[in-house]
């Protein structure tokens, strides 16, 4: 880069002459560049369940009707954290890779990620810490094994073959997504990776307490009469 005007120096690899040039292509040369590091990109509404399994134990989360986040054990005294409970529910919804590798040498995956959706389908991550950075394996699994029959009479309604339409899809991104993600091992960032491995004191806070009125003090002496106007004078 020019450091005193506009533009970039440039030269052929094989010739000494250098030229400044206005408008340089950006030369990308990072692998994770020429990579699809997007791992899910899951919609939050088909997300029924969560589950966080680390060292200190495991908790659940789960919407309620009116799609709150809800925690299924809260430690007596304390209360959800709404905002965290959030955070942890809605990962997948944008989870990504910042790099990979197929090395896991060194690595403990102490902690586990769950997901289900509303379609069946489950997804898994084991979680590594290691130095500065997080580690993880993605996995995924159908669980509804129920087999699906297409009839050629023309008797089933739309909506009974759109549903099934979608579940065969279902099934066949699950296998997509394990043969894509077997055998790596993926990097994630900081923020997503404190999202992934929250334990559950990290999701409550103390339940704050009312404030005492102060008693009024009943052994203070009495006020003394004051004298009315024709006293005064």
């Given at each position: 880069?020019?450091?005193?005007?506009?533009?970039?120096?440039?030269?052929?690899?094989?010739?000494?002459?250098?030229?400044?040039?206005?408008?340089?292509?950006?030369?990308?040369?990072?692998?994770?560049?020429?990579?699809?590091?997007?791992?899910?990109?899951?919609?939050?509404?088909?997300?029924?369940?969560?589950?966080?399994?680390?060292?200190?134990?495991?908790?659940?989360?789960?919407?309620?009707?009116?799609?709150?986040?809800?925690?299924?054990?809260?430690?007596?005294?304390?209360?959800?954290?709404?905002?965290?409970?959030?955070?942890?529910?809605?990962?997948?919804?944008?989870?990504?890779?910042?790099?990979?590798?197929?090395?896991?040498?060194?690595?403990?995956?102490?902690?586990?990620?769950?997901?289900?959706?509303?379609?069946?389908?489950?997804?898994?991550?084991?979680?590594?810490?290691?130095?500065?950075?997080?580690?993880?394996?993605?996995?995924?699994?159908?669980?509804?094994?129920?087999?699906?029959?297409?009839?050629?009479?023309?008797?089933?309604?739309?909506?009974?073959?759109?549903?099934?339409?979608?579940?065969?899809?279902?099934?066949?991104?699950?296998?997509?997504?394990?043969?894509?993600?077997?055998?790596?091992?993926?990097?994630?960032?900081?923020?997503?990776?404190?999202?992934?491995?929250?334990?559950?004191?990290?999701l409550v806070e103390d339940i704050p307490q009312p404030e005492e009125t102060p008693a009024e003090d009943t052994d203070a002496?009495?006020?003394?009469?004051?004298?009315?106007?024709?006293?005064?004078?």
């Amino acid at each position: 880069s020019a450091e005193d005007r506009p533009g970039t120096y440039i030269r052929l690899m094989d010739q000494n002459k250098v030229y400044l040039c206005e408008r340089a292509p950006y030369i990308k040369a990072g692998a994770t560049d020429y990579m699809d590091q997007q791992l899910t990109q899951i919609e939050r509404d088909a997300i029924v369940k969560v589950s966080v399994t680390g060292p200190d134990g495991t908790y659940h989360l789960t919407r309620n009707d009116e799609g709150k986040v809800t925690l299924d054990a809260v430690p007596e005294g304390k209360q959800p954290k709404s905002s965290e409970l959030e955070n942890v529910y809605t990962v997948l919804t944008g989870l990504r890779s910042a790099d990979v590798t197929t090395d896991a040498t060194g690595l403990t995956f102490d902690y586990t990620y769950f997901c289900r959706l509303s379609d069946s389908t489950e997804y898994t991550f084991k979680l590594a810490r290691k130095d500065d950075k997080t580690y993880l394996t993605a996995g995924a699994a159908f669980t509804d094994t129920t087999p699906v029959t297409i009839t050629r009479d023309g008797s089933e309604t739309e909506a009974e073959m759109k549903a099934k339409e979608a579940k065969l899809t279902a099934r066949d991104a699950a296998e997509k997504f394990n043969q894509r993600h077997k055998g790596w091992v993926y990097e994630i960032g900081s923020w997503q990776a404190g999202k992934m491995t929250k334990s559950l004191n990290d999701l409550v806070e103390d339940i704050p307490q009312p404030e005492e009125t102060p008693a009024e003090d009943t052994d203070a002496p009495a006020a003394e009469p004051q004298p009315d106007a024709a006293e005064q004078t």
